[in-house]
């Protein structure tokens, strides 16, 4: 994209989802930083890593936080990943909902990955992703490669 183009209108969906995508991230930041504090304040023990734990939550956070800013800042190459993470927040809510016996805790958790799932496959949404041009139906931007196919196209007309 060149400095003069105008980057595409991001939907308000697009903007939301990242939005809901930072809750967990934020829930995971802050669950390793607990279990970082109250693994130092315990006398160490035999095969627990505590430092290996934080550095698992952390890693997971930061995933979910680059994912949703992507979203917020209007990057397509986020909303995979959006979608990635809106799916393991259904598997955790359901999880934590049946198995474990928790639905305060499991049903919202599952309600933000549906929530975020539903927004990103809604129409602006998948539109935007495709760098849909108007009247062009989602087939035809498909065909032309969605929005590298713009990309590509607009090059080899700067170049003529």
């Known amino acids: 994209m ?7 209108h991001t939907p308000f969906e697009v903007r939301l989802a990242g939005f809901l995508t ?3 991230g934020l829930g995971l930041l802050a669950l390793g930083v607990v279990i970082l504090v109250r693994g130092l304040q315990e006398p160490a023990r035999p095969g627990n890593n505590i430092w290996a734990e934080f550095a698992t939550y952390a890693v ?6 680059a994912a949703s800013a992507g979203l917020v800042l209007g990057r397509q190459w986020a909303r995979s990943p959006g979608v990635v993470v809106a799916l393991l927040l259904m ?4 999880y934590i909902l049946g198995p ?7 049903a919202p958790i599952g309600a ?4 975020v799932l539903v927004l990103l496959f809604r129409r602006p949404a998948r ?7 108007d009247g062009e139906t989602e087939e035809e931007a498909a065909e032309r ?3 590298a196919g713009r990309r590509a196209e607009r090059e080899r007309h700067e170049e003529d």
């Open 2 to 8: 060149s400095l003069t183009e105008k980057p595409p």
């Open 22 to 24: 930072a809750l967990p």
């Open 60 to 65: 997971l956070a930061l995933a979910f936080l």
């Open 91 to 94: 598997g955790v809510g359901w």
């Open 100 to 106: 474990s016996g928790q639905p305060a805790w499991g």
């Open 112 to 115: 933000c990955g549906l929530v």
């Open 127 to 133: 539109a935007w992703a495709l760098g849909l041009r």
């Open 145 to 147: 490669g969605g929005l």
